[in-house]
């Protein structure tokens, strides 16, 4: 488990890839090797998997509500991670994400459905000094999506992660990411804090504020709870609302993360 997840979602891997990585690695990796999940939360682990060992990450679906000029629009997203470790402190990251999306009021009533854009990313995170650790992200998202869910340009992402492991049940987090796509740029930052109630199940709270290039700034804030169900398997369940300015009315998802190894 981590202590929140990713602020930026697109992602999809179809579940019979992962039965086909379940039936081509049977030599898998102890679970006490897993270093955690990028699921739930804003942000990501700031670890990254051995050599060779990977980690299939899903939603089951994610989910946002939101309004804009009078249309209101609910989307749902399947998104997929493929985390695969590079060796050293290095992860590649492989994503995309199936899409439904509706938009009513104001005369609008539309349907629509699709692939969203790919994305290609790399971890960087050096192992843990003491109580303290921390990562870096970059990634690119490619405009090859269904046309509704299609970016009009690629995407940048460079996000940075710092963790306090204050005891054997508390951690707190900041998470720092900048997207730039057409020469603007949409930022965001995040604050969490995570607290383990037994050890197999986490919970969360966190807050963030966004600038998005295109419709400003607004704050979002939420909780989470995280259940290792099996030493390689996580589900998970989060959810956050607007607080102020432009943002999503609410955001919700269900995941589960499985830790394949090698």
Request: proline share 4%.
């Amino acid at each position: 488990m981590r202590s929140r997840r990713n602020g930026h979602r697109h992602r999809y891997i179809p579940a019979a890839l992962a039965a086909l990585f379940a039936l081509l690695l049977p030599h898998a990796a102890r679970a006490d090797d897993n270093p955690g999940y990028d699921r739930p939360g804003l942000g990501f682990t700031p670890a990254v998997l051995g050599t060779g060992d990977v980690t299939w990450e899903q939603g089951l679906p994610d989910w946002s509500r939101g309004r804009d000029a009078g249309v209101a629009s609910a989307q749902y997203t399947t998104d997929g991670l493929l985390r695969v470790g590079l060796g050293g402190p290095l992860e590649l990251q492989l994503g995309s994400s199936w899409n439904r999306l509706r938009q009513s009021g104001g005369g609008t009533d539309l349907h629509s459905d699709g692939r969203g854009d790919s994305t290609l990313g790399v971890k960087f995170a050096l192992p843990a000094t003491g109580a303290f650790s921390w990562g870096l992200l970059g990634s690119v998202e490619f405009t090859d999506g269904a046309r509704a869910f299609r970016n009009p340009q690629r995407q940048y992402l460079l996000g940075a992660d710092f963790n306090w492991q204050w005891n054997a049940r508390n951690t707190a987090a900041l998470y720092l990411q900048d997207v730039r796509a057409g020469g603007r740029d949409s930022s965001l930052l995040a604050l969490n804090e995570g607290y383990a109630l037994t050890s197999t199940l986490n919970v969360y709270a966190e807050a963030a504020l966004l600038h998005d290039a295109t419709t400003g700034h607004g704050g979002l804030a939420g909780a989470g709870v995280a259940w290792q169900a099996t030493p390689r398997v996580q589900l998970d369940a989060s959810a956050r609302h607007r607080l102020s300015g432009h943002a999503d009315e609410w955001q919700a998802g269900l995941g589960v993360s499985v830790y394949f190894g090698r």
